[in-house]
């Protein structure tokens, strides 16, 4: 729902605001500082977590939702909760497992012969 708050809406309690668009407003934006900046997408984090992401197991939706918010939020691996950092690493032997399994059959194969 959008709610116009220059007017009055239901459920707005009497509380309105105005647009303040003077010169006095411009200089106080001037000063706002931005406490984090945004960094450069994908980084190295984000291009792990996308190799092995389809592997990770959560335990329910709720738990893929908070990995998702803090991954966005971090910006290294070592950044991460350590239950986290586990989903990862484990996905990623497994990833490692999965890749080595058709190399052992493609040698077993070639020694029965």
């Known amino acids: 729902m959008h709610a116009d708050h220059r007017l009055p809406y239901p459920g707005d309690h009497g509380i309105q605001f105005e647009v303040i668009d003077s010169e006095e407003a411009r200089r106080q934006l001037q000063k706002v500082r931005v406490v984090k900046k945004p960094r450069a ?3 190295e984090l984000d291009r792990r ?3 092995v992401l389809d592997l990770i197991r959560f335990a329910d939706i ?3 939702r908070q990995f ?3 991954a966005l939020n971090a910006d290294e691996f070592h950044q991460l909760p350590c239950a986290h950092q586990q989903l990862i690493v484990e996905a990623e032997q497994r990833k490692a497992h999965e890749t080595k399994q058709p190399e052992e059959a493609k040698t077993h ?3 029965s012969r």
Do not use: G, W
């Open 49 to 51: 977590i996308a190799a």
């Open 41 to 43: 997408r994908p980084n």
């Open 68 to 70: 998702t918010l803090v």
């Open 109 to 111: 194969i070639k020694a």
């Open 62 to 64: 709720k738990e893929r």
